[in-house]
């Protein structure tokens, strides 16, 4: 499943058409859309992957969600991190994170 990001149009879209079936595929919002730093990359993933490697890494979108409420999240801005983690379907995932950011 592919997402709509940020600032993204129509523009940004491609189609590509397969055995006369015709897709959209719509960029994936992820934490490189958040103005990602080098230092938050090292944080968040224990490297600083490039973008072309991290999206070769994570393609599940509940994943891309969940950095992106950890970046907000380890950035002091919770509320922010509430609603991106709020748009992850995996319950477990989201339980994780809230785990994970409020464990001493």
Known sequence: MFVEGPGDSQAD???ASQDGFTEKFIRMETIFDHNV???ELKWLLN???TQKEY???IGNTDDHLVHIAELYFHRG???KAKRYINKVTDQNLRN???RTVTHP
């Open 13 to 15: 879209s491609a189609a």
């Open 37 to 39: 730093t080098e230092d």
């Open 47 to 49: 490297y600083p992957y």
């Open 55 to 57: 999206l070769d890494l």
């Open 77 to 79: 801005k919770k509320f």
């Open 96 to 98: 994780s994170f809230w």
